[in-house]
C-alpha cells in the first residue's frame, strides 16, 4: 500500500517545522521507501509496517502538542511494488508521448 499522510500540531502557532521535522525523522528511520514533499509525506509498504510508522509520526508531533490533525489517503492495491515510483514513470511516459504527437 501507499499512504500519503500529513501530520500537524495544533495550538502551537504557525511554526510547525521542527515538530513535523520529528514525524519525518521517524518516517525515514523506518527503512520504508518514502518520500516528502511540501504537503505530504508518503511511505510505502504493507498494511501494518505502514499504519506503525504513521502511528509512531503521528505520536512524535503529539510529544509536542497535546492536538494534531491527520491527514490519510491510501492506495491498497495487492500486487504492486514500487508502487511510487511506478505510478509517476507511468503519469510521464504517457506525457511524453503527448508531446511527440
Given at each position: 500500500m501507499i499512504v500519503a499522510f500529513s501530520v500537524t500540531p495544533?495550538?502551537?502557532g504557525e511554526d510547525v517545522g521542527d515538530a513535523v521535522a520529528e514525524a519525518v525523522r521517524v518516517?525515514?528511520?523506518?527503512g520504508l521507501p518514502?518520500?516528502?514533499?511540501?504537503m505530504f509525506t508518503t511511505v510505502e509498504g504493507e498494511w501494518d509496517e505502514v499504519m506503525d510508522v504513521?502511528?509512531?509520526?503521528?505520536?512524535?508531533?503529539?510529544?509536542?502538542?497535546s492536538r494534531v490533525s491527520l491527514v490519510l489517503k491510501a492506495d491498497i492495491r495487492a500486487g504492486v511494488t514500487d508502487g511510487m515510483t511506478a505510478?509517476?514513470?507511468?503519469?510521464e511516459r504517457r506525457l511524453a508521448d503527448t508531446a511527440k504527437s
Open positions: 495544533i495550538g502551537s518516517v525515514r528511520a523506518s518514502n518520500r516528502t514533499d511540501s504513521v502511528r509512531r509520526a503521528t505520536d512524535a508531533v503529539r510529544a509536542a502538542s505510478k509517476v514513470e507511468s503519469v
